[in-house]
């Protein structure tokens, strides 16, 4: 196969753009799925590190979380990108057949354990030069070796088959069987190390489940594969969508990775606690991608109705994600306190901070997801990567305010990279007004928000009342319409639904 420019490899033509392939009945309800799935799985995680936190205090609790922060750094090589790109590809080459499809499955799998191993090597060097404890050590080295069964997770096959009900079960497995075993065996008592024992058992029944999927629906047969012919196509094609991921990783983790080496271990603690659950929601946003990204693939081939797809998604996707930041900043004090402890409670302001990118991520996420669906993820690369640039000089110039100065430097990274990516859309792809679907939702946003400032100070709990009403009433009295066509969408057999 060619690579051209930095794109992927030319696929086989799609069969045409029918109705279904974009149904709006079809993405929500493959929506649904993922992220009743998803949720499964995090309020398992949830159980999981709010279990730890207690246990541990802050911290020791900040050790794990430095450890997570830096092997997510080491998983990129793993990735690269073959996760999105195979996806795509699964979901243009629907109609070639699916001995095609599964050849593709076999490659990138060879090709992500080659790149595992280089990983491994290099934070093995890592691990023995880091100024840390020898616990936090055999930590590291334990989570480290997690990179080794991560080829084998099959999720991505099944959503490029908008199979979203078999991926969310493998999600539910992962988080669901590494929480069962916290919370069973982990103690006050026990090495931090069992932790990453915890989770390498989790991968590996995650990964046993996947192909268990995958042999029960189709026959499985190993084809013979070449390094030049097969693996090097992928790589190349994948690298762009991979560097942009690294910066998407870099954006998110960096900041934790410099208060480990910069700041008090409490500290980090701190800004652990408000990072995983701002992670966690963050979970959604990519689940909505994950899921638009076949069709945003196939709508890319015929531009014509690019623009109101992606409307249409701003517009009511930007509503839910403000509504989600409107209540991270009611209920973070609430949520820590009684989650975490009353020994986190310093991480209330940092979450209240950091929870607005939620609703910057996705945003962003429409300009992102829809360069790689158009072949142009050079350009995402690109920019994300000084977006990553941007996020690592925030955190370290504001590594003397602590947990707060990390988060900012989240904000400041995904501000960037929202702007950025936004351009190049306009200039490559398809011209898109930007206020257009997002005026009305921010407005209610900030008349909520200054409702709640107002009122908290008198009686916070009329504050968390009177504003996410607020708030819903303006979805109402905006989006009412569309609110009952989308409900009488799902209503609909498939055959009206696409007529």
Avoid at 34 to 58: N, P
Avoid at 109 to 122: G, H, K, Q
Avoid at 131 to 140: G, H, I
Avoid at 442 to 459: E, H
């Amino acid at each position: 196969m060619s690579t051209v420019a930095g794109r992927s490899p030319i696929p086989p033509p799609l069969a045409g753009n029918s109705a279904a392939g974009i149904s709006p009945r079809a993405l929500t309800v493959n929506y649904f799925l993922l992220s009743g799935g998803e949720l499964l799985s995090k309020l398992a995680a949830f159980f999981a590190f709010t279990r730890l936190g207690r246990v541990l205090g802050a911290a020791r609790y900040g050790s794990i979380e430095f450890a997570i922060a830096l092997i997510v750094l080491f998983s990129w090589p793993v990735a690269f990108g073959l996760e999105e790109y195979g996806s795509r590809e699964i979901a243009r080459r629907r109609h070639a057949g699916l001995p095609n499809q599964l050849a593709l499955a076999y490659e990138i799998a060879v090709l992500r354990l080659l790149l595992a191993v280089t990983s491994l090597a290099v934070l093995a060097g890592v691990i023995w030069i880091l100024p840390r404890s020898p616990e936090d050590k055999q930590l590291l080295a334990m989570y480290g070796a997690s990179l080794l069964l991560l080829p084998w997770l099959t999720h991505w096959f099944f959503q490029g088959c908008d199979d979203m009900a078999w991926s969310g079960f493998l999600s539910i497995a992962r988080n669901s069987t590494f929480a069962v075993l916290v919370l069973v065996f982990f103690n006050a008592n026990r090495p931090l190390y069992h932790v990453g024992i915890y989770e390498c058992t989790a991968v590996a029944v995650t990964a046993l489940a996947g192909f268990w999927g995958l042999h029960r629906r189709f026959r499985l047969s190993p084809p013979r594969i070449s390094l030049r012919r097969h693996l090097w196509p992928h790589l190349t094609a994948a690298a762009p969508i991979g560097f942009a991921t690294l910066s998407s990783i870099a954006l998110w983790y960096l900041p934790t990775l410099v208060l480990g080496l910069r700041a008090e271990p409490r500290v980090l603690g701190e800004f652990g606690v408000a990072h995983r659950i701002t992670i966690s929601l963050h979970t959604f946003v990519w689940l909505y991608f994950v899921n638009l990204l076949p069709s945003l693939t196939r709508a890319a081939q015929d531009r014509r109705g690019l623009p109101d797809l992606l409307n249409a998604s701003l517009t009511v996707s930007s509503w839910g994600a403000l509504l989600v930041a409107l209540l991270g900043i009611i209920a973070a004090g609430p949520l820590v306190d009684r989650s975490y402890g009353a020994g986190f409670h310093s991480a209330v302001p940092v979450l209240a901070t950091l929870i607005m990118i939620i609703p910057i991520m996705m945003i962003s996420g429409h300009y992102r997801y829809l360069l790689v669906a158009a072949g142009q993820q050079e350009w995402l690369m690109r920019w994300s990567l000084l977006a990553a640039g941007v996020t690592l000089i925030t955190a370290v110039l504001a590594s003397r305010v602590g947990s707060l100065g990390a988060a900012c430097a989240i904000l400041a990274g995904g501000l960037v990279q929202l702007v950025l990516t936004y351009r190049a859309v306009c200039r490559h792809v398809v011209d898109l007004p930007f206020w257009t679907p997002l005026a009305r939702p921010c407005l209610a946003y900030c008349v909520a928000v200054g409702l709640n400032l107002v009122l908290a100070p008198a009686s916070p709990v009329a504050a968390a009342l009177v504003s996410p009403a607020a708030f819903l009433l303006a979805l109402w009295i905006f989006e009412r319409r569309r609110l009952l066509h989308g409900v009488a969408l799902l209503g609909k057999p498939q055959p009206e639904r696409a007529a």
